[in-house]
């Protein structure tokens, strides 16, 4: 059983609320269409994105780009992978497979995948989107892991002076101690980052099930840079130093001049996600206003059984031109062992300066007993937010999407 909310007609977001288990996602209508043309309409570049854990329930991150020829194979790729805190850099990618699902037959959407790259052979069941876009699921048991791969379009920048502007970036997965969720923005110009500001929240070393939310800056910021790859296949590096924190280390690949995924490979950290250009601002609380609808996932610590468990929220609300919250929520808390549906939320979104930063977000959910929730909230632009909590006792990350 799931708890949905659309976001559009043919999109939404979705929470497990089974009891059994919890997980979260999203959802898109498939192009039906295209499911004949499998695989042979594989067939240009995409980028894609994998994550979960590995076959020995390590992190796993797989991050890359590959040429699709249009006949069930690869004529080129390179990929990132982050697996166990072990970043292996830019490989090639030897060999790729995309087969049709010989059971269910060309009418049903669903095929199989491989990719070798570093000396493994990943396998994949695929379920077609469209042709520009693949959801993907490892089935190389016991590893687990999930992604997209999408095609890559636009023109896609080969100097740093091509990437420039304003990037909002969030990222989730696993540390040393536990997990890790970052969320942040920077603006790009020929190779140079400024104006950095991100959210990392950190399962502490302690064991405790607590956490340490992080404002970078901390410190003084140094050596914000960033580069591209000369050969357009969208491959670019992105680093910058606090000199309370460390330093901050990230693979990125564009899927147009305006997207992306983005792989931490920073000393400690297995995590991955997305990064999108920032666009229509200034924003505002008046401008923010209207219907919403939210996904967060992550782990939080129980105050009455002190237990440390994955925790996965959806939900709907209505923002008033102040920034005033009102809505509904459900979600699964296995740390109480508990599914809450329908419970009513407040809130408020407090926007700071022109809104382009760092910006305060808070939740306050009406169940027994009530808990607020609180996050560092970042305009991508006026359709959606990406949002991190900031509370020491849950590691959470989650999306904002304008709700029609």
Known sequence: ??????????????????????????????????????????????????????????????????????????????????????????????????????????????????LTAGGTTFNYA?????????????????????????????????????????????????????????TGRATFSGGNLSAVMMDDNNSSA??????????????????????????????????????????????YYLSSPTQGVIQDVSTGLTSDGSMNAQTGG????????????????????NSNTGILAEEDFVGQYSQDTSGNITGGVDFTELSANEVVTGAGITGMLNVTGDGTGRNGYSITVQSSPSATLNFSAYFVGPNQLMVVGTDTHRVITGVLQRNY
């Open 1 to 114: 059983q799931v708890s949905v909310v659309m976001t559009s007609p043919n999109a939404g977001l979705l929470t497990q609320t089974d009891g059994s288990a919890t997980s979260s996602g999203n959802f898109t209508a498939q192009d039906t269409s295209t499911f004949s043309g499998y695989p042979n309409n594989v067939n240009g570049p995409y980028v894609f994105d994998y994550s979960g854990v590995d076959p020995n329930g390590a992190g796993e991150s797989i991050i890359g780009h590959m040429v699709g020829n249009g006949g069930g194979g690869v004529s080129a790729g390179v990929v990132d992978i982050n697996d166990d805190f072990t970043p292996s850099g830019e490989l090639p990618i030897t060999g790729a497979t995309f087969v049709i699902d010989s059971t269910n037959g060309a009418t049903f959407g669903r095929g199989t995948a491989t």
């Open 126 to 182: 695929v379920y077609i989107v469209s042709a520009s876009r693949l959801r993907l699921m490892r089935v190389d048991y016991p590893a687990a892991s999930i992604g997209d791969a999408v095609a890559q379009t636009g023109t896609i920048p080969t100097t740093a002076a091509g990437v420039a502007g304003s990037f909002v970036f969030s990222l989730g997965g696993s540390s040393l101690s536990g997990a890790d969720v970052r």
């Open 206 to 251: 302690s064991g405790s099930g607590n956490s340490n939310p992080v404002m970078i800056p901390n410190g003084s910021l140094s050596a914000q840079t960033y580069t591209i790859d000369p050969s357009g296949n969208g491959r670019g590096t992105m680093t910058f130093t606090d000199s309370k924190k460390g330093t901050y280390s990230f693979i």
């Open 282 to 301: 200034p924003f505002s609380a008046t401008a923010a206003g209207g219907n919403w609808a939210f996904n967060w996932s992550g782990l939080s610590i």
